[in-house]
C-alpha cells in the first residue's frame, strides 16, 4: 500500500478519483517537499521550498499510464447534464 514516503526520482503510483492504479511515474520531489507544496501553483515553488524545482511533481516525460482514470462520478453512474 501507499504509505506516501518516496524520494526524488522513485517510481510512484498514479491513482484515479475511485482509488484504482492508473500509472507509474517518477517524482520530482522528496514526500515532505511534495506535500509543502501540494495545492500550490507552481510560481510559489521557490517560495515555499526555498529553490526553484520543477513545475510538475511528476513530468508527463517520466509518466506512464496503464489505464485510463476515471473520475469517481462515472464510476457511481453520475452523467452529468
Do not use: Q
Not at 9 to 18: L, Q, S, T, W, Y
Not at 65 to 74: I, L, N
Request: glycine share 18%; aromatic share 4%.
Amino acid at each position: 500500500g501507499g504509505g506516501g514516503d518516496f524520494r526524488k526520482g522513485d517510481p510512484v503510483g498514479i491513482v484515479d478519483e475511485a482509488g484504482n492504479e492508473a500509472g507509474v511515474g517518477l517524482v520530482n520531489y522528496d514526500a515532505p517537499e511534495a506535500k509543502r507544496i501540494a495545492g500550490h501553483r507552481s510560481h510559489r515553488i521557490e517560495e515555499l521550498l526555498g529553490y526553484d524545482g520543477p513545475d510538475a511533481l511528476i513530468h508527463r516525460d517520466n509518466l506512464v499510464m496503464t489505464r485510463r482514470a476515471e473520475r469517481a462520478e462515472a464510476r457511481r453512474g453520475y452523467h452529468g447534464s
